[in-house]
C-alpha cells in the first residue's frame, strides 16, 4: 500500500471567508502554534465563488489558498456543492428537494440538492471542473473534498422518473419487478413502468419509518444512495479531468443509515468521516466505527471532523475534559487514521453552528483549555512524522456490516419495533473490544477466507452467493457465530422458505419454527450447560436441533428447555447461533466458546480494561493504550521497559494510567 | 332464526394467487389434515382480475374456485375492491384520497380509495357485478366477503361536495344547519352551502384528535360512515341482483372508531369480524368486542379473521401459547361466533405482512406446532358439525354503546383529555364478565324492555327519545345504571341546558352542578354508608339529590361528604347514578347493588375465576367453561358428571382445569 | 396619571348574539344581582354584523348596546376581526393563513387571517371604522378592544413579499443584509432581495421550534409581531377617527412567546390581559405575568379575562375552589389590576368552549356555588368603587424581560436544549416574590436608575446601547445580577466576540472560557465561601476572575474549585454573576446578597408565606394580604389593630389567614 499523505494531516475546517482580513493572520500566527499543517476550505461557499449564474469570482479564494501555500499548509480542497446558492433555487426552484410528506422545498438549509436535477448536476459538475482547472495542480492541494456529509432523500418527480429507468435496468421486465416486490401482495401488481411511485407519505409509507412493501422501500434506498453517489462521481471525474493524482474523498458518517458506503467507497480514492460521539456513547461504538471507516477500503482513513470539544447540535453538548480530545485523537489513529482533523479552525460569530467547538474560540486568542490540548497534540503528532501512515490493523475476526441489512431489518414489520441494527452489532463487536481482539467490519460479500471467525448478527437478508460463501468458509475451518433474525430474506425482502434460518439452517444444523417477541417489561433465560444463567429479551427462536448441539436452552415459557443457543461442527469448522437477545454475560460465555475454537489472539493477552490496538507497519508493532475507564489502572507487564513513543519516557513495571492517559508502544515485530 | 351455515366454517384467507401452482396441490393436502372447510379468496386481486380499464381476466380466479369446490370448500368470495389497481391511479389520480392533513395520496398501501369517486364507484361496482354474474350461481359459493375491513378517511373536493349534499339533505335549511353547529360561536355563521368545508388540519381540526366544532365533525363522521356504506351497499346490491340467497357480508373491526357499525349491521346479512387482541389486552375486553359484534345484528356473527398465532402489525408480536388459540376460538363461538376462519392459510413470502402468523407457515409443511393445534381444533369443530350454528346468547344486561356517544366523548374539549369511551365502557363490562353474567351490547336505541339492567356509561350524548325510553323502561321496573359525562349534549353536540345530567336528571332524581377534573397524581374517594372506601379519579361530579339517596359520599376536597354515588327509585324501577370514575372494587359494589336489585341471574352461581358462557339452541344449553387465569382452578360442582363435549370425558367432582383448559357441556333447558 | 375608568369594571365577555332574547332579560337579572357592571361584546360576530361583502347588520347589535346602556354598563365594544367570516374565506382564500409546514388553509378556527392580505385589511378597517361611527359616542362605551388576542404566523406569499420589504428598510442594503443574519455561513449569501424566503418547514426550519439560522428566524419574529401590531394600529386608528377618547385596547396574554408586548403597549391606551394559570401553576408565576403586563406601560391594567371556575382547553381542567376565585382577583388588583372580567358570563351551548366556566353555568340559574362567589366578590368591588384605581405598585426591583432574548434564548442551537426563558426569569423572580419584595418586570431598554437592583437573568442576547446603560446603572451604584447564557450575542444574534459575557464582562470582572452542558441526571454543585453547598444544573460557566471575587467555587468536575458564582464591584455598585443553575437555596443565598448590598425593602419586613402587595395612592398604601399556602397563617403583627378594607372588620393580633384568605389595609403613607 502506498501513503496518501507525507505526514499526518493536522488541521480541520477553515473559513476565512467569513472573517475580515485581519483575522486571517492572526489565525496564521495561532494555528502555527499549535502545530496545524492542514485545512480544509471552500466548503460552503458556491454562493461566494459562483455569486451568480454565469459568473465565477475566485479572488478571495486564491487568496486562501496563496496564504496557505506560503505557510506549507496541506490543503483539502472541498467544491462548496453541499449547499444551493440562493439565486440558484430562485430561478430555478425544481433543484431543491422534495421530502417524504411529499412537500416541496424552497431555500434553505444544506444538503438541499435533488440529485436528479439536471440543473443541480450541470452547475455542480462545472463548478467542480473550474476549481480542478483552477487549483488542480497545486502542489499544495493535498487532498480533494467533494460536497459534504452527503445524505437525506428526495421525492420529487425527477427522482421518481430516475427509480423507473434504474429499476428497468436491474430488473428489465415488469414480470421480474412484480416478483420482486412481491406485488401480487394486496393486489399491486403494476402492468406499465410509470405506474411506479417513489415510496413515501403519500404512498406506500407507513408512520415515518415503516413501509406497506419492503421490497420497493429498499430499492428506493438503493436508487437514492446511488443517485447522489452519481453526483460523487460525476464530480470526482470532472475534478479527476484536471488533476491526475491528488486523492479524492468526501466525508461519510460512520454507521449513517442513508447510504451503502461499502459501494460507495469504491469510487474514493481515501475514505474520510466525521466522528461525532454523544456524551453518553460508549467508546467501544466509537472504535467500531472508526473500524467501519477504515473496513470500507480495508485500509487506513482520514479523520475528517471531530470537535475539539463541544458540539451544538445533540441535546446536550458537555465539554470533552482534559485529556479527552487527546484519548479519542489517538484511539482514531490507532483504529487507522492517518490524519486529524477539526470542525472547525475557528468558532463562528452566527448561523446554527456557532456553539460548535473549535480551535479558536469566540475569545479570539490562543489563552483557552482547549488550546493549549489542541497545541500539546499537534506537538505530538509532529515528533511522530510519518511513523504511522498507512500502518496496518490486522484482525482475525470479522464482523459482518451490510447497508441492505440495516435497511431491510429496520423496515420489517414484526415481530418486534426493537431492533435496532447498528446496536444489535454493537453488542457483538463489543465483546472483542473489551478483549483487545482486533476486529475488521467487513461487507456482506467478503473474503471470509481472511478471518478465523466471521460474526454475522442479525443476518436478516442473506444475498445470492452468501450461503455458498459462507458454508465454504466453515468447510475450511473457519468460525462462524450468527444469531436471531438471521437468514429470512432474500435480497428483494422476499422470505427464503423452507424455514428459518433459511440458507444459513444447513450449517448451523438447526431449523427455527417460532420467533416469539418479548415486550420490554419481559425476560425469557437461557440455562447454559455448565449452569450459569443468563437473560434473554426481544426475541425467542423456538430451535430444532438438526444436527448442531445445544450450548444453553430456555430457561421458562412454553419453550423451556428446548435450545437456545447451539453449536454444530459443519466440515473442519463451526457454527455458532444465537437464538435470544442475551445480557453481555451470556453473549459473552458464547463469545469466547467461538474466540477459543478458533483461538483468536488478542493485542495483549492480559484484560485489564485499557483499550489496546496494534497497527504495523515495515516490522514494527504500534500499540496503543488508552485508559477510558474512570479508575486508575495499571499498564500490562509486557510493556514494562518499553519507551512511551508520546513522552519519550521508559514506562515502568506496574505504571498506572489514569483516566484518558494514552501510551503508545513500537515493538519490534517478530516473524 | 335460520342458521347461515351448514357447518362451522373452519378456514381462513387464502391466496393461491400469490403462489405457484404446485404448492396448490400441497396447500389442498394439508388443509384437508387440518379439516379445514372454507376459504376466503379474492381479497386483494383487483389488478390481477381487471388488469386494465378494459379488460376482466378470470382465469385463474375460475381456477381456485374450481378447486375449492372440487374439494368441497364454502368458498367466501370476496370481491377485492380494498386496494386500487395501480393503473386506475395513474390513469385517474382523483381515485386516491386526500388525508387529514390536506396531501392528495398517490399509489400505495389498501383502502386508499375515495368513497365519493364516481370513477372508484363505477369501477367498483362492475367488478361486483362481475363476480356475481360469473360465481352467483357456484354452490360452493357459501357467503360474499364486500371490500376488507373498511375504514378511513377522505378529505378531498369531491367528499366536501358530497358533504355539503348529505348537509342539506339532513338540515334542510342553513338556519338549521347553523343552529345544530351553534355556528354563532366565533362567528362562523355561513350563508351558503358552499361555505362549509370538511373538518380537518386545515380548518376546524385542532391538533391531531380535537376540533373546533364538535358538531361539525361528528357530522364529518357520520358522513364519512354513511359515505363508505354507501360503497358497501352499491356492491351489495349489485352482488344481489346475480345472486339473491347467498349471504352477504364485510368484515368488521369490534370497536374501531371510523364506523357505526350499528348502522352498517342492518345493511349486512351477517356480522363479520377480525378479532386481533394484543400479548397484554384483557380477555374481558375480547369478550366485549364479540358480544359487540353479537350485539350489531343480536345474532351469531362470523369470525371472519385471527392469527393462528403471531401477529407482525403490533409493536410486540408474541407467540400465542399452546392452547391459547383454541381457547380464544372457543371464547369466540361461547360468544355467538358460528364461523372460525384465520388470517391467514398460508404465510406470504413477501410485503408488510410476511410475519404475520397462518396456519401453514414459511416451512412450507404441516410438521409445525401451529398447524398440530389449527388440527386438533379442526377435529373439534367436525365433531361438534351444527350443534351451535345460529345458537342464542340471552342476556339480561344490556350495556350501552353508541358510535355518536363515542366521537361526541372523545372530540370535546374538557374537562379532561383522559376520558376514552372503549376504556370506559369495559370497566363497566368487566363487572359482569367476571361474574359470569351475560351481557349484551346494545345500541342507543333499543328495545330496553328486554333487559333487567340497562348500564349507560358516560352516555354523553343523550339524543331525541332516549329520556323517554330510559324513563318508560325504569317506570315499568328496569335498573338504569349511568355515570358521570352523561346526559350533556344531544345529537348535535349541544348542551342539554337546565342542569347536568339533563334529560336523565328526573329519573336519576339529581342535579349535577360541577364537574371536577382530577390530573393522573390526584384522587379523591369515595366514603360508602357502610364505611367501605374506593378511590375516585378522572371527573367527579357534584351532585345534589333531588330525591335520590345518597349510596357513598366523596371523602375529601371541598365537596368532602357530599354524594358520589347515588340511587333513586323511579317509578317501578331503580336509577344508579356514580359520579366518579372508581377503581374496582368500588365499581363492583355499586354493580353489584344494581345487579342484586334486579335480581339478574349469572351462567352459575359460583364465582371461580373462570369464563362461563351459555348458548341455547333447541331446549339445550351449552356451556363454554374456560381458563384464562395463570393458575388451576376447580371446575364448578353443579357440572361434575357431565360430559365435556370436546373431549368426550365426563367431567369430575373437582376437576381442574389448566390456563387454556376448555368445557363444553351440554344441559338439557328446563323450561 | 389618570384613571381610565371611574368604577372597577367588573364583568366580562358577553355573548346574548349567541342566546334567544328571553335569555338577554334573564342575564340582566342575575348579574344585577352579582353587581356585573360591565359587558365584553361583539367579540367573535363579523359574520353576524357583515353578512355579505356588501351588506352590514346592525341591528343585534344596537339592541345589546342599547340594552346594557339603559342597565349603565361600561361596555367593553370589540371590533369582532380575531375570526374571519365564511364567505371571506370562499371568496377570498388568499385571506386564509400559510402555516408553518407550508399548508395553506381553509375556512376554520379563529386568528386565521393573514396579516399582510390586504383584502383582510381593507375589511377589518371598515369594520373597525363602521362600528366606531356608530358607538363612537355612545357613552357607555367605556373601552375599545380590537380583536382578540392576537397571535399566530403566517408563511404565505403576501407575507414573504412583505418581509422582503420590512427587511429594506430595516437593513438598507443586502451588504448589511448578508452580514446581520451571517450568511456567508453555509454559504447562503444573497444578491437580490427576492432571494429572502420565510423561515419554516420549507426553508431554514429544523424541527419544530429551531432554525439553521436564528437571524432570519429572529427577524421573521419581529417582523410578524409588527405585522399584527400593523393590523392593531389599523384598526385603532380607524376607531380614533371617531371616537377620540374612548381608551382603546387588546387582550394579551401574560408570556406569550409570539409578539413583542413592550412594543405593542406603545400603541395601546391600556393595557388588558387574559389570566389563565393551569391548576399547577405557581402563584409566583401569575404574580409575574401580572407584573410583567403591568410593567409594559408601568401602568394599572385590565384583566379582561379569568374564569371564574373551570378553563376547558387544558389537559386537567380542575374547579377553582372556594375562595380561590376571589384570592386570584385580589392577586391581581394587587398586583395592578383596575378591572376583573371574566371570560365568559353564560357558559356557551356548543363550540370548543362550551366547558369552559362561566358566571352563569348551563343550568341556567344563580343557584350555583360560583354565581356566589362572584356576586361576593361584586359586593366586595362595588364598596371599594374607585378606592383604589389607578393606585401605583412601586418596586426598588426590576426584572428585565425582553421578547427578542425569549425567541434568541430558545432559537439558539446547543450548548443545551432545556434553556426556557420564562422559566428561567421566574426562578429569579420568586426568590422576591416569597420575601415580599415588590419587582417590575422592565425591558431592556428600561430607565435602570429608578432600580437599587436590576436582575438580568439568561441576558442571552445584549443589544445596543445596553452595556453603556447597565454600566452606568452599575457605577452610579446599581446591584446588577446576571447569570449563565448571558452577553453572549448582539441584536442579529451574531456573538460579542472576544470572550463571554462579552459587553458585561467589563463589569462583572469575569470572563467565562466555556460553558459545559450538563444532562438532566447529571450535577455539580457550587459550594459558597461559607461552606454551604447548592446543587447546579443545566450548565455550568467555566469562569476566570478578571477582578470580581468569588462567593462559590465548583465542588466536582475538572473545574472543581474554580468560581460559579461571582460579585464585583464596579463604580458604586456591585455586579453578581452566577455561572450555573442553582437550586433554590442557591439561588436566594445569592439573591439575598445582592438585596442587603442594596438595601431593598419588602412590603413588609416579616416573612410568613403570606403574599403580601402593596399599591399607593393619594398618600395612602393598600396592602393586599393573601394565603395561597395549604396551611393556616398568622397575620403579620404590623397589621394588627387595622381595619380590613373586605369585611369591615379590625384585625385582631394573631389572626389566622386560611387557605385562600383575603385581607385588605388601608394606611398613611408616611413622607
Redo the contacts between chains.
Sequence with gaps: MENKFKRILYGGDY?P??WPKDVWDEDMRIFKDARINSATINV?????IQ??EEVYDFQELDEIVEMLGRENYDIVLAT?TA?L???M??RYPEVARTDY??????????HNACPNSPVYQKYAKALAAELAKRYGSNKHIACWHINNEYGGECYCEKCEKAFRVWLRKKYQTLEALNKA????????????W??V?L?N??????END??????ISIDYRRFNSDSLLGNYVMERDAVREYDKETPITTNLMGTFKGLDYFKWAKEMDIVSWDNYPS??TPWSQTAMRHDLMRGLKDQPFMLMEQTP???????????K??GQMRAQSYQTIAHGADTIQFFQLR??????????GAVI????NED???FREVKQLGAELEKLADTTLGAVNEAEVGIIFDWDNYWALEY???????LKYVEQIHQYYKYFYEHNIAVNMIPYDADFSKYKVVVAPVLYMVKEGMQEALEAFVEKGGILVTTYMSGI?DQ?????????PGPLGRMAGI?V????????EQTNSVVFNDGEEAAGRLVCD?IHLRGAESVGNYGS??YAGSPAVTRNQYGNGIVYYIGTNMNEDGLGKVMEMAAGDAKVKPAVEIETGLEITCRKKGGHKYYFVINFKDDEIEMPDCFAGCKDMLSGETIRGGEILSKYDVKMICVEERV
Tied chains: 1, 2, 3.
Design positions: 473559513n471567508n467569513q460552503f461557499s458556491w454562493a461566494r455569486p451568480a462548496s449547499a446558492p440562493a439565486w433555487v430562485k410528506e411529499g412537500r416541496h422545498h424552497k431555500f434553505g438549509q444544506r416486490w412481491n406485488l401480487e401482495f394486496w393486489g399491486h401488481t403494476i402492468y406499465d410509470d405506474e411511485v415510496p407519505a403519500l404512498s406506500e409509507g407507513l415503516k413501509t406497506a412493501f419492503a421490497g456524551y453518553d470539544s463541544q458540539q451544538n447540535w445533540q441535546p446536550y453538548n458537555s465539554l475534559k482534559p468558532r463562528s460569530v452566527g448561523g446554527c453552528e456557532k456553539f460548535h474560540a469566540h475569545v479570539g483557552t483549555r482547549v420489517t414489520s414484526g415481530p418486534t419495533v426493537d430474506v428483494s425482502d422476499n422470505v427464503h422458505l423452507g424455514g428459518y431449523w419454527e417460532e420467533i416469539d417477541a418479548l415486550a420490554p423456538i415459557d412454553f
